[in-house]
């Protein structure tokens, strides 16, 4: 697998574009069209939240068809809890685009993030959806990834390619951030789009698979936003012949999605509101993968935790009782704690000052390494979390100003 | 019921003190002592964390003798993960108590608070016993309550009389805050005392009550501190007739108790570290009690919730995402939501900027109603939480510093 330079790529039978078409009250980019030339392979993950958004309810039935050819999403406005209204405009702005673009309405996937209980100004979407379809570039993705970003400070991008049956294939996404790493409603958009040949039911599978090991790592199963979604387009421009499912290059692709995937989750977490700290936290040796999980999360988005490490205090008793209440099988007598290199806790005891000082030092740095030991079973897990600061308050007491 | 003032009480029978002995760094109180002239009838709840202080688990050995006759409490040292030796000194600290006060060993309680994986220091500790033993006052609750304060702003007092049997009986209580209302592990202590005749049975069934409508509606259950405890103490001083279980007595008894710990659980979330606000959340007409509470604390204590309280902004749509994670049948097209007297959403519908304007003039207010309902049965449910500022990550930031 090859990982590109995301300055600048493409993918083959994609083009994109984002633009601002005034649903943001400032100049910043708020609309964008992922297009596919040909009818792609279509695959959706969608978000637990009991309330969700008309794009997520409109996408959600429409990827059971596991088709489609285009993707409109709109920045600064969720068009969630915006009722039968809601549901039109989404619908309306599906049709907008298909006729635009010279598709079948049902072929087009709508998503959107922003405000909760506001409705989508539909001139401004029109507008612009004309505006962007006239733009429509294979070379787009800066400015799709702007034009999808909330409180997001930089866009994301990752690329990857590989050999697939004799033929390179690429793939590519975007994604803006779900603000904190643990949100309780945050929302966080990825597209994804390959030119590979797969069918729509390995596409499925392996996204699925990669939303588990990246984006499932980075905020707790089920406590998600109105919005969310993770979509993959599979146009099969490449022209490489199916890959039969458990084949070697079945496997190569499953890489290829889930490389993206964990390298967009990474950037979103990089850029969580606030955060001045990346931190990477390993459960090792828990009991089965669910606990290892589990143990990782309750950890990762206390926020004692999070503000210690903002102050870099390796304040290492906040850490398992985090792990007391995490609700898995877990004795504090076996139990040590790594930070950086530092042993700070053995068997559940702290190693003294030596020990607190080199943690200290590892603290200090951008990229945190935390590591847990439970001495229960043979089951790890990593998620990937960040500090929480003040600037962490400041965006989100203001975040409607 | 009468509700007394807290600048000057005594309970009959009861001796109190607090004093700095050393183990804080400042020259702030850090050790208080409890002492009732009686064997008195003793109830405790304690902490649902899997790591349970040194404290925690002598206590709760102690107290299925359901007697005592003294609490000594320390602040500025948790005394949790540090095994065996934290479990000699909670014991030692016990053993030097009796001693000084002339009771057996196990009639002495233990508690702590602060830092965790640090060692108590011994011979502080022995001398502030000696010292503070010396001074016991019916008058030392100020003292007392002040020294078991960790990031509290101000020390946690109530107290009630009411007549029972043709007796006057007082209960009254301290406590100290659990920091954030929504703590992954910040400690709350509480100790309430009372001159009533009750056994030990009825003791046990009326603080456990009493905590569930309380102490248990401001912190998710089983999410709490290493260090957690509330515990009762009743010494019969009063010279009331035992009320027999369920009569009149028994819950006007019930009622004094309550009162105690719900006013001492507000004042905790009223000093909420970093805490602007108070909020009181309700949520109306949720499938059955589990599910009201569930509703309630999903939404207190989300962050995304507190930090717009904190910016004064009724972004309804937090409310509703939290709603939606809670893990409870909710529909979104049947909810209503109420900031103040403002009907902000109906039927899941927003109501405008008129009622926005309305929500956004309660939010200004020190304290702030939710109301939320969710039309779906008949259960209802009250929990207090605060709103989350700059402050709170400072505190927790620089905590050990």
Chains 1, 2 share one sequence.
Not at 205 to 228: C, M, P, Q, W, Y
């Amino acid at each position: 697998m090859k990982i590109l330079d995301t300055k600048s790529f493409s993918v083959p039978g994609f083009k994109v574009w984002g633009i601002h078409c005034g649903i943001k009250k400032t100049d910043k980019k708020d609309l964008a069209i992922l297009y596919s030339e040909r009818e792609a392979a279509v695959a959706g993950v969608f978000t637990k939240n009991r309330v969700k958004a008309a794009s997520v309810l409109l996408d959600a039935a429409r990827v059971k068809s596991g088709k489609g050819q285009a993707i409109v999403a709109n920045s600064g406005c969720a068009n969630a809890c915006t009722g039968k209204r809601g549901m039109a405009d989404a619908r309306e702005t599906a049709e907008i685009a298909a006729k635009e673009l010279g598709v079948r309405p049902d072929s087009v996937y709508v998503a959107s993030t922003g405000v909760i209980g506001e409705f989508l100004p539909m001139q401004k979407i029109a507008t612009g959806i004309s505006t962007a379809s006239g733009l429509l570039s294979a070379s787009g993705w800066e400015q799709a990834a702007e034009a999808i970003m909330t409180t997001d400070i930089y866009p994301k991008r990752a690329v990857v390619q590989e050999e697939i049956g004799g033929k390179t294939i690429t793939v590519a996404g975007i994604a803006k951030g779900s603000g904190m790493i643990h949100p309780n409603m945050a929302t966080m958009l990825c597209f994804i789009v390959t030119d590979a040949e797969v069918s729509p039911a390995m596409l499925k599978k392996t996204l699925l698979e990669a939303t588990e090991r990246s984006f499932n790592n980075i905020t707790v199963d089920g406590d998600t936003s109105t919005n969310d979604m993770v979509l993959c387009m599979a146009n099969g421009a490449a022209g490489n012949k199916r890959p039969a499912l458990g084949s070697k290059d079945a496997k190569k692709f499953q890489a290829c999605v889930e490389a993206v995937a964990v390298s967009l989750a990474r950037q979103v977490v990089r850029d969580g509101e606030g955060a001045t700290k990346f931190v990477e936290l390993a459960v090792r040796n828990a009991k089965n993968p669910l606990e290892a999980k589990r143990a990782a999360m309750a950890v990762a988005k206390s926020s004692l935790v999070k503000t210690a490490i903002f102050g870099e205090d390796a304040n290492w008793g906040r850490i398992m009782a985090a792990l007391g209440n995490a609700g898995i099988e877990m004795d504090e007598t076996r139990t040590d704690i790594f930070i950086g290199k530092a042993k700070l806790v053995e068997k559940g005891l702290g190693q003294g000052k030596q020990a607190e000082r080199e943690a200290a030092l590892a603290l200090k740095q951008r990229e945190v390494h935390i590591s847990i030991d439970l001495h229960k079973g043979k089951s790890d897990a990593t998620v990937w979390t960040c500090d929480m600061s003040y600037e962490y308050i400041k965006i989100n007491a203001a975040y409607r100003n």
